[in-house]
């Protein structure tokens, strides 16, 4: 019997390659503030009827492009990774921001606050450190999208808020733990459904009854390594992580090794679920089709809760091997089997006796 493999995955893989060949990271299209922070800053004392500050603008232009101002401002972007003019949007119900000076909230001096609602875009206009603020040393001056100042500690902020880039609140998303239960949930209600119903129709399923491609397979097995890696990367690097969580890109060819290898499995496993749908759909008629597939997506769902989760632990790194070998040794087993029983139409290696239902096959 001949295998027909699909073109798909050559054709999505060289548009990938001009795609990101010809990437261009965008700045986020989120509000601008005026000119720059300073005047912003100007503008809001002179609206308070501070005309000093209005005949110092100059000055304070100047300043703020002096060296140590730059130097100051470089070692907290690494640091913290954000700085001066880094857009956020607003995820918690509203977020409190303080409207007089740092200092008077740290001698508890009477103080007012004003919210910004959730979804809102806000922007860093500039961060001062108070050693003696015992809880948290970092304040952020805040601007919003009317050009209302706060400040609030960087803690606090950062529980609150996503960077403007719907890549980082993907990745916001998909790490929050109410969401990993309630997908730990549903693939326990779905795997335990579809098991009913596959065993009961003895259709196809990926690992067990699988079909003739190797797509499934591929895609389970790159899942599972995808999740491995993404823990390991929290694990072992951090920094490099929240780095990529504050400013993050889809272009493998523009990251440190670490994150190139993750974007790679990213970009594979888009590449082989299209392929995969695609053969399935050739193999398989229609209602099989999405039985099977919504199989493997419980599959792959359980993978990705599986070993992201234990390989913080180290136990997924031996389970992750253990599956890889079995997946595999599985999809072999079930390649090599070329005939099929003419009576229960069972997959068998050799003519003879079936070992399902014990008809003889010539």
């Known amino acids: 019997m001949r295998r027909r493999y699909s073109l798909l995955p050559l054709l999505l893989l060289g548009i990938l390659l001009l795609t990101t060949g ?3 990271k965008k700045t986020p299209s989120s509000f601008r503030l005026p000119d720059s922070i300073q005047e912003a800053q100007i503008s809001r004392h002179l609206q308070a009827g501070d005309d000093s500050l209005a005949k110092q603008s100059d000055s304070t232009k100047d300043n703020w492009q002096g060296t140590a101002s730059r130097v100051d401002s470089l070692s ?15 995820t918690s119900d509203s977020l409190m921001l303080l409207r007089q000076q740092p200092e008077e909230a740290v001698n508890r001096m009477e103080t007012d606050s004003f919210a910004v609602k959730k979804g809102k875009g806000i922007v860093v206009a500039d961060v001062r450190i108070l050693p003696d603020d015992k809880q948290d040393s970092v304040w952020l001056e805040i601007a919003t999208e009317d050009y209302a100042f706060g400040w609030i500690h960087e803690g606090r902020l950062l529980k609150q808020v996503d960077p403007d880039d719907p890549i980082s609140q993907f990745i916001s998303t998909f790490s929050n733990i109410h969401l990993l239960i309630f997908l730990i949930v549903i693939s ?12 009961k129709q003895n259709a196809h399923i990926v690992h067990f009854n699988d079909v003739n ?9 790159i899942v599972a390594l995808s999740a491995a890696f993404y823990a390991s990367i929290q694990l072992f690097a951090p920094e490099t992580w929240r780095e990529f969580y504050f400013h993050p890109s889809l272009n493998p060819f523009s990251q440190p090794l ?4 993750f974007l790679v499995l990213v970009w594979a496993m888009l590449i082989i679920a299209l392929a995969t749908i695609d ?3 050739r193999l398989l008629q229609p209602a099989e089709a999405i039985l099977y597939l919504s199989g493997l997506a419980a599959v792959c769902a359980v993978n990705y809760i599986v070993f992201s989760v234990l390989t913080l632990y180290y136990i997924g790194y031996l ?3 253990a599956y890889i070998y079995y997946a595999f040794r599985v999809y072999l087993r079930h390649s090599s089997e070329t005939y099929c029983c003419g009576n229960c139409g069972r997959r068998l290696h050799r003519k003879g006796r079936c070992p399902h239902c014990g008809a003889v096959n010539e």
């Not at 326990?188 to 065993?199: E, F, M, P, S, V």
């Not at 491609?213 to 097995?221: E, G, K, Q």
């Not at 670490?258 to 290898?261: G, P």
């Open 22 to 24: 010809c990437y261009h």
């Open 76 to 90: 907290f972007r690494v640091k913290h990774h954000y700085s001066q003019g880094f857009n956020f949007i607003v």
């Open 188 to 199: 326990i209600i779905a795997i335990g459904y579809l098991a009913r119903k596959i065993l």
């Open 213 to 221: 491609s190797l797509y499934p397979t591929l895609l389970a097995v």
């Open 258 to 261: 670490l994150l190139n290898i």
């Open 279 to 281: 053969d399935v759909r």
């Open 319 to 321: 389970l992750l091997l």
